[in-house]
């Protein structure tokens, strides 16, 4: 087998990173068959951080790719990329210069101004707080108060899905379907939150029970990983769902962020808006 040929890549920000970052993975998950060896650099908005960049991406040249807003520090970066015959691309300039052109005016190039201490900052803590809180069946009192309830037998991604809800501002909570377990009637009638039902393929719902157990230690003689058994839990779950009319979701095939944006549609079926 030859080794593949690693390429460098240099991510550079003024800020957190975050942008450029979640950028470039986006693109790079198309580039199964390529090596790359990531350099970060963070916070940078003086000359002197920049010769830092600079001297690095000398020492291991590779595509650079950046979000930057003062323009003193990016034409240092862009005029020692030229030098050193590296390409490099701005992460934001083509969604930045279409907004400009759509609304008729300049952008304020406020740096890390994505990440102010705003009224939208505070609703993600709060929706956080929220999602722990009433986590796994937990504080079934205010359960009602969810803008989104996920319920699902063990194992199909319930809680990871919440967290990530939560970070987009939802008030999330979620409830494990156990054998013989009922439901309250008080929060099966509840009018606010969007219920949806998480399944997945009873084959692949055992595999990852039984990976859990080896991983855990433990054995369970309930028929927790039991194909069979598993199969029957998913059917009621199913019944669960069809009896309240609720949207269910397979998520044997989707990651957490392809599950929440269905449930995110979803919700602004639901509402009729655009929820940011």
Not at 108 to 122: R, V, W
Not at 140 to 167: E, F, H
């Amino acid at each position: 087998m030859t080794s593949r040929e690693t390429y460098n890549l240099h991510l550079v920000s003024d800020s957190s990173g975050e942008t450029v970052t979640n950028i470039a993975r986006a693109c790079l998950v198309q580039y199964e068959d390529v090596q790359v060896t990531e350099h970060f650099w963070w916070l940078v908005r003086t000359g002197g951080q920049m010769n830092r960049v600079i001297e690095g991406i000398r020492q291991a040249p590779g595509l650079v790719v950046f979000t930057l807003l003062d323009k003193s520090v990016r034409d240092m970066l862009e005029q020692a990329c030229r030098d050193a015959r590296v390409p490099y691309v701005s992460a934001i300039d083509p969604v930045m210069q279409a907004f400009s052109r759509f609304f008729g005016r300049q952008a304020a190039s406020a740096i890390g101004k994505q990440h102010e201490l705003d009224e939208d900052y505070f609703k993600r803590i709060d929706a956080m707080h929220f999602a722990v809180q009433h986590d796994d069946g937990q504080s079934m009192a205010t359960m009602v108060d969810a803008d989104m309830i996920l319920v699902g037998v063990s194992r199909t991604s319930k809680t990871p899905t919440c967290m990530y809800l939560a970070n987009r501002g939802f008030k999330v909570a979620n409830i494990p379907l156990v054998p013989n377990i009922t439901l309250p009637d008080e929060i099966t009638a509840a009018k606010k939150p969007l219920f949806v039902g998480l399944t997945r393929e009873p084959k692949s719902l055992t595999d990852i029970r039984q990976s859990r157990l080896r991983i855990m230690n433990e054995e369970r003689q309930s028929g927790y990983a039991d194909l069979d058994i598993v199969r029957e839990e998913i059917a009621e779950a199913r019944r669960l769902f069809v009896r309240h009319n609720w949207p269910v979701i397979d998520v044997t095939r989707r990651s957490i962020e392809e599950t929440a944006a269905t449930i995110i549609q979803l919700y602004n079926q639901r509402h009729g808006n655009v929820h940011l």
